[in-house]
């Protein structure tokens, strides 16, 4: 956790928290062994390049927290600095809640998380909307995502001012479905194999090798 990280989250309210259940000492050796946020590295490059999805909460004016999925397919999140990354807004629901929002206070916490192997990325950063109308044609085409049928209505770019690998305690390990099938990919390919050995009019194949005590009796 860097300076920067704990310098936003941990207010007087948190502290006095930590305080009161024994954790600030280490928190506030922590950031401080870590220093200040040096922006995004290759490792959070990386996952941010592989996620297919990520939640966004920002503040409405009246107050209130509001927390929206986003999501696309696998690469629609570019990391186009260390700090700053951007991704294609697709046509939703059309309620314009987190647009609206960022309007007014563009301050954003992001949370990333890949439950195939367990790890989470929390950002701090301001996000702004540009119409893909209004926006750079090469920050469009750099984020364009050939095949996808969604219609990209916004251009979303954060700034990111801090990042934060959280514990992957409590995550559950969930698998996509294309996870799913890769894992098992081995297995269906090896059924198929002894499947076709057993097919009527199949050749017999000579067995060579040992034969083990289960396969006798």
């Known amino acids: 956790m860097s300076s920067s990280f704990a310098g936003i989250i941990f207010t007087p309210a948190v502290r006095a928290q930590q305080e009161h259940y024994g954790s600030r000492a280490h928190y506030a050796q922590s950031a401080a062994d870590a220093g200040p946020f040096a922006g995004l590295g290759p490792a959070e490059a990386g996952f941010l390049a592989h996620t297919d999805g990520f939640f966004v909460a920002t503040v409405t004016e009246t107050g209130w927290p509001y927390v ?9 999140v570019k990391v186009l600095s ?3 990354i951007a991704f294609a807004d697709f046509r939703g629901n059309r309620q314009y809640v987190t647009a609206g929002n960022v309007s007014r206070d563009g301050r954003v916490a992001i949370i990333v998380i890949d439950y195939a192997h ?3 990325l929390k950002l701090l950063g301001t996000l702004r909307f540009v119409d893909v109308g209004d926006a750079d044609p090469a920050l469009v085409e750099k984020l364009a995502l050939p095949g996808y049928r969604a219609r990209i209505e916004r251009i979303a770019v954060v700034d990111v001012v801090a990042a934060d690998w959280n514990c992957p305690q409590h995550i559950t390990q969930r698998l996509t479905l294309d996870e799913v099938e890769a894992a098992t990919q ?8 002894l499947e076709a050995r057993l097919a009527p009019g199949s050749q017999p194949r000579e067995v060579t090798g040992e034969i083990s005590e289960a396969a006798v009796i």
């Open 118 to 120: 367990r790890r989470r």
């Open 68 to 76: 929206q999925h986003r999501g696309g397919p696998r690469g629609f």
């Open 82 to 84: 260390p700090a700053r």
């Open 186 to 193: 081995p297995l269906r390919e090896r059924i198929a194999e």
